[in-house]
């Protein structure tokens, strides 16, 4: 069964660059990790997405070693509006479908 | 012109009440999802529709009723309401069936709370 398990929090200070790792030992094979961003009263946000070694967008870069049964999300220099819950997604097909499977997030907050 | 709306907002509701939310998407997706995120923040699927066809049914008890008239529409009716059912629901859509290739996009949420 596929899980996920991440801290469930972190503090940071603006400027600092802050990583997050979520472990998931029985990810599939032909699986991507996909990590979200939610803020007060909204819904989760698409971030980043990647299936192995590093992806990098505007917003975020997505590290996965070759085993593939953790990834680190890293946020360059955060700002207070960085301050969110971060999760981080992969797919449980022991059923057979696809089960998207969110962790239990990583509540960040970033300090001035 | 928001992507994934879900109505209403908040609901406040007596125990044994029956209700409904609805989700509306405009981004042409063919799949949509409602997700239930308790206390803790932990959020969990309940069901997925693929063009209006049940594909997800994740453990959810027999009182929680997903309809979709059509695949821009699911909604989500819960008779008997509990103590329990008291979380934020969460509406999504995705351009694929498992939303693996352009990940989701969730509306806003309810909150619903049972008293």
């Known amino acids: 069964l596929a899980k996920t398990t991440q801290p469930i929090s972190m503090d940071s200070y603006e400027g600092q660059e802050v990583n997050i790792t979520c472990s998931h030992n029985n990810i599939a094979t032909n699986d991507y990790i996909t990590w979200y961003q939610q803020f007060p009263s909204q819904g989760p946000r698409f971030i980043i997405q990647g299936y192995k070694t590093k992806v990098t967008n505007e917003v975020a870069s997505l590290f996965i070693p070759a085993d593939r049964k953790s990834s680190t999300l890293s946020l360059p220099r955060v700002s207070l509006s960085d301050t969110a819950v971060y999760y981080c997604?992969?797919?449980?097909?022991?059923?057979?479908?696809?089960?998207?499977?969110f962790g239990r997030g990583t509540s960040l907050i970033v300090h001035p | 012109d928001t992507a994934v709306s879900q109505t209403p907002k908040y609901l406040v509701t007596q125990m044994g009440n029956d209700k409904s939310i609805k989700c509306e998407q405009n981004l042409g997706h063919d799949t949509m999802y409602w997700y239930k995120q308790d206390s803790k923040k932990f959020l969990k699927i309940m069901f997925s529709?693929?063009?209006?066809?049940?594909?997800i049914n994740e453990t959810v008890p027999n009182r929680f009723s997903p309809k979709s008239p059509d695949k821009a529409h699911l909604n989500l009716h819960i008779n008997s309401l509990e103590l329990g059912d008291s979380a934020v629901y969460f509406c999504a859509s995705s351009q694929d069936s498992a939303g693996l290739a352009y990940g989701y996009t969730f509306g806003s949420g309810t909150r619903l709370t049972v008293v």
């Open positions: 529709y693929n063009n209006k066809e049940l594909i």
């Open positions: 997604l992969v797919g449980d097909r022991s059923g057979g479908s696809y089960i998207p499977t």
